[in-house]
T-cell receptor
Framework: KNEVEQSPQNLTAQEGEFITINCSYS?????LHWLQQHPGGGIVSLFM???GKKKHGRLIATINIQEKHSSLHITASHPRDSAVYIC????????????FGEGTQLTVNP | GAGVSQSPSNKVTEKGKDVELRCDPI?????LYWYRQSLGQGLEFLIY????????KSGLPSDRFSAERTGGSVSTLTIQRTQQEDSAVYLC????????????FGPGTRLLVL
């Protein structure tokens, strides 16, 4: 079992829909990242959080440390949101290494 | 300002040859990371440099892989005696303050070993 599990692996939505991507992890963590990988391969860091909730534009990330679970929400989805979304964690005992989930491929159709 | 740059963007090599991949981090960023993404796989940590500290090499898959960071800036990842399983996209990222900082990723080098 991977230390970081994402669901779903693939997600197709219609423009305007509310989207949720989930991330569960099995180790104690210092922080959790959400990354976005564009179809061309470029990676952008969306959020880094260790508690509570963060919001940036139409994106919201939440984390529940006790349940070892984080969610990434996209409101009013748009075709340009189509990308792979990756969850990654800093383990408490992993030094400087990030452990990555396998990613969720999101496709938003017009 | 300029982001993280990597070169070459694509590299095709023959099995057994050595390759060097270069990363230019954002100026002033003290932390630099190398990652690998194999086809259809997730990202995999390789190595981490922080300032003048000894690098964390715990993610390097074999002794054929090595990396240097000269003058706290440019980094080179070297793969000796390349194997077909080394084919992947190699990504570099930098951050201002190490673990606590947002990582900024380069565009990657796509390596194909024939």
């Amino acid at each position: 079992k991977n230390e970081v599990e994402q669901s779903p692996q693939n997600l197709t939505a219609q423009e305007g829909e509310f989207i949720t991507i989930n991330c569960s992890y099995s180790v104690g963590i210092s922080a959790l990242h959400w990354l976005q990988q564009h179809p061309g391969g470029g990676i952008v860091s969306l959020f880094m959080l260790s508690s509570g909730k963060k919001k940036h534009g139409r994106l919201i990330a939440t984390i529940n440390i006790q349940e070892k679970h984080s969610s990434l929400h996209i409101t009013a989805s748009h075709p340009r949101d189509s990308a792979v979304y990756i969850c990654a964690v800093w383990g408490e005992t992993s030094g400087s290494r990030l452990t990555f989930g396998e990613g969720t491929q999101l496709t938003v159709n017009p | 300002g300029a982001g993280v740059s990597q070169s070459p963007s694509n590299k095709v090599t023959e099995k057994g040859k050595d390759v060097e991949l270069r990363c230019d981090p954002i100026s002033g960023h003290t932390a630099l990371y190398w990652y690998r993404q194999s086809l259809g796989q997730g990202l995999e940590f390789l190595i981490y440099f922080q300032g003048n500290s000894a690098p964390d090499k715990s993610g390097l898959p074999s002794d054929r892989f090595s990396a240097e960071r000269t003058g706290g800036s440019v980094s080179t990842l070297t793969i000796q005696r390349t194997q077909q399983e080394d084919s992947a996209v190699y990504l570099c990222a930098s951050s201002l303050v190490g673990r606590a900082g947002t990582q900024y990723f380069g565009p990657g080098t796509r390596l194909l070993v024939l």
